[in-house]
Nanobody, 119 residues
Framework: QVQFVESGGGLVQPGGSLRLSCAAS????????MSWYRQAPGKQRELVAA???????YYLNSVKGRFTISRDNAKNTVYLQMNSLKFEDMAVYYC?????????????WGQGTQVTVSS
């Protein structure tokens, strides 16, 4: 059974930082690309960052230079370091995994972790 458990969200002021974690289980973690998504109220879920099994990364343009995705295959965990947070980063953040393209993510999603940016 595929499971994702996200954590690390919280309330932060603009310009602040958070580190999100996602513990995954139920599949061969090291063989999959891992990805972070976010969904703000009234908006569609969007891909924020991804890291391939080999380590190459992708970032949404609006987070380039501020967010860093990393993975620890020994812990079946993917991280998202978020710096210089902006109001527009406020959303529920989720992780998932895929083999070939982000359109092929698993059907099951975790509960997500809320990121609130407020002064």
């Amino acid at each position: 059974q595929v499971q994702f458990v996200e954590s690390g969200g919280g309330l932060v002021q603009p310009g602040g930082s958070l580190r999100l974690s996602c513990a995954a289980s139920g599949f061969t973690f090291s063989s999959y690309a891992m990805s972070w998504y976010r969904q703000a109220p009234g908006k569609q879920r969007e891909l924020v960052a991804a890291i391939a099994s080999g380590g190459s990364t992708y970032y949404l343009n609006s987070v380039k230079g501020r967010f860093t995705i990393s993975r620890d295959n020994a812990k079946n965990t993917v991280y998202l370091q978020m710096n210089s947070l902006k109001f527009e980063d406020m959303a529920v953040y989720y992780c998932n995994a895929y083999k070939a393209t982000p359109r092929d993510v698993f059907g099951s999603w975790g509960q997500g972790t809320q990121v609130t940016v407020s002064s």
